[in-house]
């Protein structure tokens, strides 16, 4: 999984509980990205980040902040964890900011807000 | 509105046999096309791209696809499938004029199944 790790890699919570997902890689790559995967939605983009401390909205960001103070770590916070938000998060990073880089996916946390 | 559509939710394949996963596109100019696998509890992998030039690009593990413009197309093809071939298809589209993958919208995916 090109040197990005997902901590948890499984979680269950309760609704109106903060949940906090770490993102971890060793690639050195400056743009970083929080998705969720929903059967029928395919990969849907929550924020994204393109350097330490430079973060922005994707498609479904309501109810999620980010945070990236170090290069190498990307976290996604959930404030207060809804059932919709049950989901499975992946996060991903590009090698450059070039036309048609391939994204490269960690293994993913599978999140359970009941 | 910019969208992929990926419209067989389930590719039922016997092994040896050619196999398709279709994938078309709604999106104004020349996008910048991609395949990526998915595997049971693991994270996306890149397959292949298609960014200019040939319209028939050859990826990993013996995939390729076929870009046609005039059908909005990127059909992902394989000549002879294998078993271990069953996993979750995503096809994904980056506008054109954007280098950051902020704009990349993926299809909902198609769940190959290869039977022996």
């Known amino acids: 999984d090109a040197g990005i790790t997902q901590s948890p890699r499984h979680k269950v919570t309760e609704t109106g509980t903060p949940v906090t997902l770490r993102c971890h890689q060793t690639?050195?790559?400056?743009?970083m990205y929080w998705y969720r995967q929903d059967p029928g939605h395919g990969l849907r983009l929550i924020h994204y980040?393109?350097?330490?401390?430079?973060?922005d909205k994707g498609e479904v960001s309501d109810g999620y902040s980010v945070s990236r103070s170090k290069t190498e770590d990307f976290l996604l916070t959930l404030e207060s964890a809804t059932s919709s938000q049950t989901s499975v998060y992946f996060c991903?990073?590009?090698?450059?900011?070039?036309?048609?880089?391939?994204?490269?996916f960690g293994p993913g946390t599978r999140l359970t807000v009941l | 509105a910019q969208s992929v559509a990926q419209p067989e939710d389930q590719v039922n394949v016997a092994e040896g046999n050619p196999l398709t996963v279709k994938c078309t596109y709604s999106?104004?100019?020349?996008?910048?096309l991609f395949w990526y696998v998915q595997y049971p509890n693991r994270g996306l992998q890149f397959l292949l791209k298609?960014?200019?030039?040939?319209?028939l690009v050859k990826g990993s593990y013996g995939f390729e696809a076929e870009f046609n413009k005039s059908q909005t197309s990127f059909h992902l093809k394989k000549p002879s499938a294998l078993v271990s071939d069953s996993a979750l298809y995503f096809c994904?589209?980056?506008?054109?004029?954007?280098?950051?993958?902020?704009?990349?919208?993926f299809g909902s995916g198609t769940r190959l199944s290869i039977r022996p």
């Open positions: 991903a990073t590009v090698a450059g900011d070039f036309p048609g880089a391939e994204q490269f």
């Open positions: 690639e050195n790559h400056r743009y």
């Open positions: 980040s393109y350097g330490v401390k430079d973060t």
């Open positions: 999106v104004s100019g020349n996008p910048y």
């Open positions: 298609y960014i200019t030039g040939d319209n």
């Open positions: 994904a589209v980056s506008p054109p004029g954007y280098s950051s993958a902020s704009k990349i919208i």
